[in-house]
């Protein structure tokens, strides 16, 4: 009986565990909008306005490009806070991540994420090859109108 009591508490953790990060396309549509998608890669358009929050979601790893310049306050899911200061034009690369996000400045941010599908995209730390952004980026321009 007491396994069963046990079983039942750890599925539900996982549940609400998975249920509290999520494509952020889904959970946040307001700040991020799906792009194009392919077997390659996930483009998603990003816009804050002002002083705009976001619930906690995931990311695959990717490229961020900042298409405006923003200051950017970003908590992972363990609390840890990252301030960036965004340049316009500016392109990271990102690990996977569950995080908030909250735009701290006067201005509306936007920028694109490029998301990878791939192993290397979802290892902690690694890095695409700059064929894969190369083609990323090419495919992502030939689907705008």
Partial sequence: MLCRIF???AMLCLVLNLAAAQD?????????KLH??????????IHYGPHEKS??????????????????KFTDQNGKVT???A???????????????????D???NAVYIALKNKTASVAGSRPSAEQVAQALAEYAQSKP
Avoid: M, Q
Avoid at 24 to 32: M, S
Avoid at 36 to 45: L, T
Avoid at 61 to 72: D, K, R
């Fill in 7 to 9: 079983c039942a508490v």
């Fill in 24 to 32: 952020p396309t889904k959970v946040e549509p307001k700040h991020y």
């Fill in 36 to 45: 194009f998608e392919n077997e390659h890669v996930v483009v998603i358009d």
């Fill in 55 to 72: 619930d906690l979601h995931d990311h695959p790893g990717g490229v961020v490009v900042n298409l405006t310049a923003g200051h950017l």
């Fill in 83 to 85: 301030e960036v200061f």
């Fill in 87 to 105: 340049k316009a034009g500016e392109s990271r690369w990102f690990p996977p991540v569950k995080h908030k996000v909250e735009n701290l400045g």
């Fill in 107 to 109: 201005e509306t941010y």
